[in-house]
């Protein structure tokens, strides 16, 4: 009976291409992967849609029926950081507070709220974007508040025909749109090194002095500026500029 035995070297080779396989980092296949996960407490059926704009378009992402458990689960691929929305179909015919907006990434989303305030008790973690989106809609809020008190007293003034305190307080909504721009940009120029920055000054502040918008163009990171917030302000920016001159 003949016997076979590995000789010294190669076992000794062997040994040491297993080491390697098992300590070779892996590449994983889902580091582009954003994954959103979270409850919708009091939910016992619907449909619930991932969505985004896609050439000025909502379109569905991915949707899953809720049914017994009120859990969910998305996976989709992401490039770079962008806004997305939950949709929840009640099938009542009000799509009124039943789409949450939200700042997806690479990585995994945590959202959790209720069934009856689904938009207004939504909590999101995950995404930093989402942190600072969070951070500039809570002043928003504040500005929204006051500019409704202001245009109140203002229709106030007017009814009254009281053009002095009219004119008044037109001075201070002027004021305070002001501000809200001033911050605004500031907010974005701060945070250039996040997607949030191009999409601030798309959303909210387009129609600003080309000199403040280029603020924060300027100090945009090279990753801010290839996504696709950052590309789209570019381009805006080229527009507007052929267009005033």
């Known amino acids: 009976m003949t016997s076979f035995r590995i000789k010294p070297y190669l076992l000794l080779l062997f040994s040491f291409l297993l080491m390697y396989c098992e300590q070779a980092p892996k590449t994983s296949v889902d580091s582009n992967l954003m994954i959103v996960k979270g409850r919708v407490e009091g939910l016992r059926k619907g449909m619930l849609y991932l969505q985004k704009f896609q050439d000025s378009l909502l379109i569905n992402v991915d949707s899953t029926l809720v049914e017994g458990t009120p859990t969910f689960e998305f996976k989709t691929p992401i490039e770079t950081a962008e806004v997305f929305y939950l949709f929840l179909d009640k099938e009542d015919g009000d799509s009124l507070n039943d789409r949450i907006l939200f700042f997806g990434e690479k990585g995994q989303i945590e959202i959790s709220t209720l069934l009856k305030t689904f938009e207004s008790s939504a909590k999101i973690t995950g995404s930093k974007n989402q942190e600072l989106l969070q951070e500039y809609l809570s002043f928003k809020r504040k500005f929204n508040d006051q500019n409704l008190e202001l245009m109140k007293s203002f229709y106030e003034a007017q009814m009254a025909q009281n053009s002095q ?15 809200r721009y001033l911050y605004t940009i500031n907010f974005a120029a701060t945070n250039t090194d996040q997607n949030i920055a191009p999409y601030l000054a798309l959303t909210q502040v387009y129609d600003a002095n080309l000199a403040l918008l280029d603020s924060i163009a300027v100090k945009m990171t090279p990753e801010v500026r290839a996504s696709k917030y950052g590309e789209q302000f570019t381009l805006y920016l080229e527009e507007r500029r052929a267009s005033e001159n």
């Open 165 to 179: 305190r009219a004119d008044s307080i037109e001075n201070q909504i002027n004021r305070l749109l002001k501000r």
